[in-house]
């Protein structure tokens, strides 16, 4: 793979088959980055975000507005091999810092899974309100479109950051 470039935020790796490089990259960009949240541990995700802002579990809540269907295809073992060829690097980035993700959950000041049990309980009781109410106030305030909720917070100067 030699020359192959990938671009991932923020920086620019020129693979040359040198893993150490790749590592050091990789390693460079952890300490640039308080939190890598994890798309399939979101939920747990929310929860570090949430003591690294100081903020309360009311800031965190939210109303998927994804539905997906659990189905896939399947996928032969030379699809599979393709793949992994293909994402080699977003493998190891992934990995990486899923390795990191879970060391952050290891280490969490308090109890994770209390406050995760938590979240969800209240998750549940949002969820509920929004399904039967979905034209209220608060329903409305929580289908904020992401962009406009990161720019806010970009606006914001830091305010809500510990």
Not at 3 to 15: I, M, S, T
Not at 100 to 108: A, L, P, Q, S
Request: charged content about 25%; hydrophobic content about 35%.
């Amino acid at each position: 793979m030699t020359g192959f470039k990938a671009y991932v935020p923020r920086f620019r790796l020129l693979l040359s088959g040198d893993k150490t490089n790749l590592t050091t990259e990789i390693e460079n960009l952890d300490k640039e980055l308080d939190l890598v949240m994890i798309t399939e541990y979101y939920d747990e995700s929310l929860i570090l975000l949430k003591k690294l802002m100081c903020w309360d579990f009311e800031d965190i809540v939210y109303v998927s507005m994804k539905s997906h269907s659990t189905y896939q295809p399947p996928i032969t073992s030379q699809m599979m091999n393709m793949i992994k060829d293909m994402s080699s690097l977003d493998i190891q980035i992934y990995d990486y810092f899923n390795n990191t993700f879970w060391d952050k959950v290891r280490n969490y000041e308090g109890d994770f899974q209390a406050d995760l049990a938590k979240f969800r309980a209240m998750q549940t009781k949002v969820t509920s309100r929004c399904e039967s109410d979905s034209d209220s106030d608060y329903c409305e305030m929580l289908h904020i479109d992401a962009n406009r909720m990161s720019s806010k917070i970009a606006r914001s100067n830091s305010k809500w950051v510990c």
